[in-house]
């Protein structure tokens, strides 16, 4: 007795579009003030009537203008939240693919279901021989408060790969081993946007690159790897050349972290790697239409390679 069709609406932190967006199983909506408006209008006469007002002022002043994950199930109330939070973080770690944050060691995204990820920050009083003099509060790193996708940039978006990550979300059955596979290395990947440590998002990188680009286990990593990521990429033998070397250069950025303890301070190494990664899953996300496993992304390479 307790399913029923239910709409779920979830919002994203310092997400705001223009118009709807699909993604997968999702339907990303804006939160307007009409909507707002109604639900005020439709609160009944009853003793707590100005608490609920007040509590939806609070929410307006929070929500309003983001964007929200929505999505229409069938299901028992609590199945139904778990549902709606599984699809909408599958779909938005796509959308993040495409945040600014992968693209520069500094950057972070906050793009995720509302209340998940606060802006990081440290408050801080300032005084003058015992009095307040200033107090305020510092952003620990340089966040996109406010990730703006108008209808021309969705569009642009779209040409770029989104079209192609709706199709496998909506229907992961038909998908092929290869898209499959590239799915679970970009969920891997968009978590390094959430990051503000440049070491940590460096390990999320290297570990969603291991898992889709090595054979097994026993390949030597850095030489394979490099190798592979410079002939999907690179067009020329220089390009591949400096390709390999900037993947050299990340592990040993790794290396020195995780075996050392050295924070990474090498933003302009690890800035041309970034872009070098995104490039690579950029393409890999186009050609996953005509690519059906990663053995058949291997021959490719290996055949670019005698070509």
Not at 28 to 41: E, Y
Not at 66 to 85: C, D, Q
Not at 275 to 285: A, G, Q, R
Request: aromatic letters at 8%; hydrophobic letters at 40%; one cysteine or more.
């Amino acid at each position: 007795e307790s399913i029923e069709t239910r709409e779920i609406w979830l919002p994203i932190s310092t997400l705001h579009i223009q118009s709807p967006i699909k993604l997968g199983k999702i339907v990303l909506q804006p939160i307007t003030k009409d909507m707002f408006d109604r639900w005020v209008a439709s609160v009944p006469n009853h003793p707590d009537r100005d608490k609920s007002l007040q509590a939806l002022e609070r929410e307006r002043r929070r929500l309003q203008g983001l964007a929200a994950a929505t999505i229409t199930v069938s299901a028992e109330p609590g199945r139904a939240l778990e549902i709606a939070f599984e699809e909408t973080e599958a779909s938005i770690a796509m959308l993040r693919f495409f945040h600014p944050a992968n693209l520069h060691p500094k950057l972070v995204s906050y793009c995720v279901p509302y209340g998940k990820k606060p802006l990081e920050s440290n408050k801080y009083f300032v005084l003058k021989e015992g009095v307040l003099g200033a107090m305020g509060e510092r952003l620990l790193y340089r966040g996109h408060n406010d990730w703006i996708l108008d209808d021309n940039l969705i569009l642009k978006l779209k040409s770029d790969g989104l079209d192609v990550l709706d199709g496998i979300l909506e229907n992961p059955g038909p998908a092929s081993e290869f898209q499959k596979s590239l799915i679970e290395s970009l969920t891997l990947y968009s978590r390094s946007s959430l990051e503000g440590d440049p070491s940590s998002k460096l390990i999320y990188i290297l570990v969603a690159l291991e898992s889709l680009l090595l054979k097994n286990a026993n390949e030597a990593i850095e030489q394979n790897l490099g190798e592979r990521i410079a002939f999907i990429v690179g067009k020329s033998v220089s390009e591949r050349q400096t390709i390999i070397k900037r993947t050299k250069e990340a592990y040993a950025l790794r290396s020195s972290f995780v075996h050392h303890g050295h924070t990474i301070d090498d933003f302009q190494t690890m800035e041309s790697f970034m872009v070098v990664v995104w490039t690579l899953f950029n393409k890999l996300i186009l050609a996953s239409r005509s690519i059906s496993t990663k053995s058949e992304l291997f021959q490719k390479i290996e055949e670019m390679k005698l070509s």
